[in-house]
């Protein structure tokens, strides 16, 4: 079993095409106007317009990357208001898990995550 997609509802379509494709950078595959599948690695994200205000609930979309460090500089470069630069948040010992988190137009949580060596392992 593996997840396939991930859905986040927007009280704007436009704002949260825009934000999510321009500003992170992720690829649209098809947009309807209720609907928006978008490629984020393996897995789709669809951005699902609803009536009124969107409520983004607890849900925490978890982006990992190569480099962490690079891609939290060219997000910040290109507008994602990271709320925090990248710190560790866990360990396996060896590597550090670095992440930063940010909210979207709806206030969707989101975080860019990456494993380094750790500090003292370098």
Do not use: C, K
């Not at 649209?28 to 209720?34: D, L, M, Q």
């Not at 984020?40 to 009536?51: I, M």
């Not at 507008?79 to 990248?86: A, I, Y």
């Amino acid at each position: 079993m593996r997840l396939a997609r991930v859905i986040l509802r927007v009280a704007d379509m436009d704002r949260a095409v825009r934000f999510w494709s321009e500003t992170v950078g992720l690829e649209i595959v098809f947009g309807s106007p209720t609907f928006t599948f978008m490629v984020a690695g393996g897995t789709q994200l669809l951005l699902n317009q609803v009536d009124g205000s969107a409520d983004p609930g607890s849900t925490e979309l978890v982006f990992e990357v190569d480099d962490v460090e690079t891609e939290y500089q060219r997000l910040s470069e290109r507008g994602v208001p990271f709320e925090v630069e990248p710190r560790p948040v866990t360990t396996d010992g060896e590597r550090d898990l670095l992440a930063a988190h940010f909210h979207d137009p709806d206030g969707n949580l989101a975080s860019l995550t990456g494993w380094v060596r750790r500090q003292d392992q370098r």
